[in-house]
Nanobody, 124 residues
Framework: QLQASGGGLVQAGGSLRLSCTVSGFTFEDYAIAWFRRAPGMERTGVSCMSSTERTTYHTDSVKGRFIMSAENDWNTVYLQMNNLKPEDTAVYYC???????????????????WGQGTQVTVSS
């Protein structure tokens, strides 16, 4: 089970930290990613981490602003979002791709397990 939380309403330039709690999985290795769906748009990848490569990737629009991290043996994964912009407004989802393919990718069809989403709204 994946449980995303931490969304809310924030002014442009502000920060939020999203959390994704992972439970009930017994995978030895996997990738975990954050996706988002803006109003009227398709869901797109934001950031991902690979448990085997221990690397993090971000989509270009959030590089330098978002930081993805994990703790508690990856039972909790965070997305620290800084300098938020109105275009970051979306429902944010965490998802797992297991087993790990190596470098993680923000390809929606790779991910079989999804959390319920948390709303992030950035006002201008």
């Amino acid at each position: 089970q994946l449980q995303a939380s931490g969304g809310g309403l924030v002014q442009a330039g502000g920060s939020l930290r999203l959390s994704c709690t992972v439970s009930g999985f017994t995978f030895e290795d996997y990738a975990i990613a954050w996706f988002r769906r803006a109003p009227g748009m398709e869901r797109t990848g934001v950031s991902c981490m690979s448990s085997t490569e221990r690397t993090t990737y971000h989509t270009d629009s959030v590089k330098g602003r978002f930081i993805m991290s994990a703790e508690n043996d990856w039972n909790t994964v965070y997305l620290q979002m800084n300098n938020l912009k109105p275009e970051d407004t979306a429902v944010y989802y965490c998802a797992i791709d297991a087993p790990d393919r190596g470098p993680c990718g923000m390809v929606e069809t790779w991910y079989d397990y999804w959390g319920q989403g948390t709303q992030v709204t950035v006002s201008s």
